[in-house]
């Protein structure tokens, strides 16, 4: 029997496809690499990332690591930067498959180890890959993919190139897949895809998101859904209702608001977000204790130095509990990449790092407002080298907590304290 590792750069949707693939392959004869096994693998598939240049740059950084350390194994190098830009992979020596965003859901390009690298990229990426029968879960919270592909077609982005249109995984493969992984014992699942708000639209599924997620907690069993991300315009009443009051959502939204003026917005492609950030503002007023997430992207071609004081104010102002700044990062075949005006990298660095310490100050508050409450948790797999391990609040507070008697993938209940060098630290009752 064939043995294989796997590697993954990038979102959470690339992590859920990747175990997707692993378990695709094992029902072929090809065992996942473990233990004293990893040393010297058979086949070593790279889940590649296109979304920065950074992310591609990571990717191949990884494929060349790879051949060099094993130079007898079969090296596939696949999904977003395999689908952008094969030739660039298949100039790196020792890369033995190539293979698209939909082709690396398929198992009928093996051959082995061929003379010539054997490249699989779709031009037209049109179709959900085939769910696959969940064998065990290989972490303490699994992730379920809802949906692919985007139609939105933001100025900047390259999604749309690498992964198509917006399609929905149907319903009844989503209840099934939900059942098996509380069979398997999850207690926490988090619903991802590349736009999970667009879920139901191109197949008609009435209630969109809120209606798979009501569908969702309605079934047997101790657990908690956690929504990915979630458009601006895709956030409704209905939406926010579930996350405040439903007791199987985790009270947290992450919003990519990308930015809050209206001309940057449009450059972007992306519609305004005022109404959407009353209703932010409205929902935290009725769940304080909730986590908001939210993304900004610094630096966008154009951008003035007041556009951006202005957007650095308004996210000041809003009851975010974290951020994600970016740096506006050029790819190659977008709108974007060829703009104008485009922002000196230090003036970029600047923004960033403006944002990054307001993102940082959101944070520590909402976890000293968090202090002395009692919190659900999920631990991870403790590391064997540490007493201790981390664990994920439902409001989305990572804390550490000690690993005696703790079950990791487990629901427990924790007295939160701020630790002045650990930080949030949870203390089982």
Same mark, same amino acid.
């Given at each position: 029997?064939?043995?294989?590792?796997?590697?993954?750069?990038?979102?959470?949707?690339?992590?859920?496809?990747?175990?997707?693939?692993?378990?695709?392959?094992?029902?072929?004869?090809?065992?996942?690499?473990?233990?004293?096994?990893?040393?010297?693998?058979?086949?070593?598939?790279?889940?590649?990332?296109?979304?920065?240049?950074?992310?591609?740059?990571?990717?191949?950084?990884?494929?060349?690591?790879?051949?060099?350390?094993?130079?007898?194994?079969?090296?596939?190098?696949?999904?977003?930067?395999?689908?952008?830009?094969?030739?660039?992979?298949?100039?790196?020596?020792?890369?033995?498959?190539?293979?698209?965003?939909?082709?690396?859901?398929?198992?009928?390009?093996?051959?082995?180890?061929?003379?010539?690298?054997?490249?699989?990229?779709?031009?037209?990426?049109?179709?959900?890959?085939?769910?696959?029968?969940?064998?065990?879960?290989?972490?303490?919270?699994?992730?379920?993919?809802?949906?692919?592909?985007?139609?939105?077609?933001?100025?900047?982005?390259?999604?749309?190139?690498?992964?198509?249109?917006?399609?929905?995984?149907?319903?009844?493969?989503?209840?099934?897949?939900?059942?098996?992984?509380?069979?398997?014992?999850?207690?926490?699942?988090?619903?991802?895809?590349?736009?999970?708000?667009?879920?139901?639209?191109? $197949?008609?599924?009435?209630?969109?998101?809120?209606?798979?997620?009501?569908?969702?907690?309605?079934?047997?069993?101790?657990?908690?859904?956690?929504?990915?991300?979630?458009?601006?315009?895709?956030?409704?009443?209905?939406?926010?209702?579930?996350?405040?009051?439903?007791?199987?959502?985790?009270?947290?939204?992450? $919003?990519?608001?990308?930015?809050?003026?209206?001309?940057?917005?449009?450059?972007?492609?992306?519609?305004?977000?005022?109404?959407?950030?009353?209703?932010?503002?409205?929902?935290?007023?009725?769940?304080?204790?909730?986590?908001?997430?939210?993304?900004?992207?610094?630096?966008?071609?154009?951008?003035?130095?007041?556009?951006?004081?202005?957007?650095?104010?308004?996210?000041?102002?809003?009851?975010?509990?974290?951020?994600?700044?970016?740096?506006?990062?050029?790819?190659?075949?977008?709108?974007?990449?060829?703009?104008?005006?485009?922002?000196?990298?230090?003036?970029?660095?600047?923004?960033?790092?403006?944002?990054?310490?307001?993102?940082?100050?959101?944070?520590?508050?909402?976890?000293?407002?968090?202090?002395?409450?009692?919190?659900?948790?999920?631990?991870?797999?403790?590391?064997?080298?540490?007493?201790?391990?981390?664990?994920?609040?439902?409001?989305?507070?990572?804390?550490?907590?000690?690993?005696?008697? $703790?079950?990791?993938?487990?629901?427990?209940?924790?007295?939160?304290?701020?630790?002045?060098?650990?930080?949030?630290?949870?203390?089982?009752?």
């Amino acid at each position: 029997m064939k043995r294989a590792i796997y590697l993954t750069l990038g979102c959470k949707l690339n992590q859920t496809e990747t175990r997707q693939i692993a378990e695709m392959l094992g029902s072929g004869g090809i065992a996942e690499d473990a233990g004293k096994h990893a040393d010297s693998p058979d086949l070593i598939f790279v889940n590649t990332c296109a979304v920065t240049n950074k992310a591609a740059a990571k990717s191949r950084h990884l494929l060349s690591r790879m051949i060099r350390e094993n130079p007898d194994a079969v090296i596939i190098a696949a999904g977003c930067l395999a689908q952008m830009d094969s030739e660039s992979l298949e100039q790196i020596s020792g890369v033995d498959y190539i293979l698209g965003t939909s082709s690396r859901f398929t198992a009928d390009w093996w051959i082995g180890k061929p003379e010539q690298p054997i490249i699989r990229v779709d031009k037209v990426v049109d179709r959900v890959a085939p769910g696959s029968d969940i064998g065990y879960i290989d972490r303490s919270r699994p992730f379920l993919k809802i949906q692919d592909g985007c139609d939105q077609g933001c100025s900047y982005c390259v999604i749309p190139r690498l992964r198509g249109r917006s399609r929905s995984v149907p319903l009844a493969d989503l209840l099934r897949s939900t059942h098996r992984l509380i069979d398997l014992g999850a207690q926490e699942i988090v619903l991802t895809g590349v736009r999970i708000g667009s879920w139901g639209s191109d $197949v008609a599924e009435p209630g969109g998101l809120a209606g798979l997620v009501e569908r969702l907690t309605g079934l047997a069993g101790d657990f908690r859904i956690r929504l990915g991300s979630v458009e601006p315009w895709e956030v409704n009443e209905d939406l926010i209702a579930l996350v405040t009051g439903n007791d199987k959502v985790c009270p947290h939204l992450h $919003v990519p608001l990308q930015h809050t003026e209206d001309r940057i917005l449009k450059m972007m492609r992306r519609p305004p977000i005022g109404e959407t950030m009353e209703l932010l503002r409205s929902m935290k007023s009725v769940k304080p204790e909730m986590a908001l997430g939210v993304d900004v992207i610094a630096g966008f071609p154009g951008e003035t130095e007041d556009e951006f004081n202005r957007l650095a104010d308004k996210i000041e102002g809003l009851p975010i509990t974290y951020l994600h700044p970016f740096g506006f990062s050029a790819r190659p075949g977008t709108p974007a990449a060829k703009m104008p005006d485009r922002t000196a990298h230090d003036i970029v660095r600047s923004r960033v790092s403006r944002l990054t310490g307001i993102g940082e100050r959101k944070r520590a508050e909402f976890a000293e407002m968090q202090s002395g409450r009692i919190l659900r948790v999920i631990p991870d797999r403790p590391r064997p080298d540490r007493n201790w391990t981390t664990a994920v609040s439902d409001n989305y507070i990572k804390l550490r907590m000690n690993v005696h008697g $703790v079950q990791a993938g487990c629901l427990q209940w924790v007295k939160m304290k701020q630790d002045p060098i650990a930080g949030p630290v949870g203390i089982r009752i």
